[in-house]
């Protein structure tokens, strides 16, 4: 099967909005609650990959690394299945311009993805990270010492070492990338070509340092678990405020209205056998 154009992208992502909101609860949160956990493993295993490598002999590199080995993320959401609160920043929003849902859907939807998102997010940063000692404390040697170093380095800058406005725009700029990975994702008829379409956005977004929600609901707690001096919950939640907005913003004026109005302020509704016969795609 050929590619969509983004005619129909446009048309499909619509009626993916609307699919996700016609859940019940319990299964929007258990989707969520996968997304936030998928998010976790691909922060663990950039963190893993990129530790212990000194910028002052590979320079930027280490960045390209975490954010190529990051992008497994996206890839268990959109492959395998599950909710993730800045996709649904783009599909759900776009189902209501196309007059398919209210805005209290939209809120209900975005909000119960967010609990998901973090009760997922939360469980492999405390289980599967700390107390398996993939990342150590501060006394850890070895690998374990060198995951350390690292994920502390992320958090502190995340929580400590951007100013309000610095995060926000962050954000804008990640969700904007994210989005547009979700966006492109769309195109492609083959596992193959979602994969090769989400790459270089999410790789992207981390390499240049972007702000990520649920990124964040792993890192920083992760960080606290682990014993990273000088970060409060508090750092925490001003981040998860702001981050959160962000990538509101940069989904919905950057990706879902700019395309809502290029493709379907003025198409025609598809049939209900039209929208019922497309795949339901998953972020």
Known sequence: MAAREPQEMAQVAAATGAKKVHRTWDRVLVSAFLAGAYIGFGALVAIT?????????????????????????????????????????????????????????????????????????????????VQTGVIGDADASGSAALTHDRLAGIAEGKALGET????????????????????????????????????????????MGFDHVVANMFFLPAAIFAGVPDIGWGDVGLNWLLAGVGNLVGAVVFVATSYWYLFLREAPAPSEAEATAEPAERA
């Open 164 to 207: 309000p406005w610095q995060t926000f725009l962050r954000a804008v700029g990640c969700n904007w990338l994210v989005c547009l990975a979700v966006w492109m994702s769309l195109a492609a008829t083959t596992v193959s070509g979602k994969i090769l379409a989400i790459f270089f956005p999410i790789m992207a977004f981390v390499a």
């Open 49 to 129: 990959i990129s530790s212990g490598l000194d910028p002052a002999t590979w320079g930027t590199l280490p960045t390209l690394f975490t954010g190529a080995a990051f992008t497994l993320g996206l890839v268990l959401v959109l492959i395998a299945g599950s909710d993730l609160a800045t996709g649904n920043m783009l599909l759900v929003p776009l189902g209501a311009m196309k007059g398919k849902l209210g805005i209290g859907d939209v809120a209900r939807n975005l909000s119960l993805v967010l609990l998901g998102n973090l009760a997922g997010a939360l469980f492999v940063a405390f289980f599967l990270a």
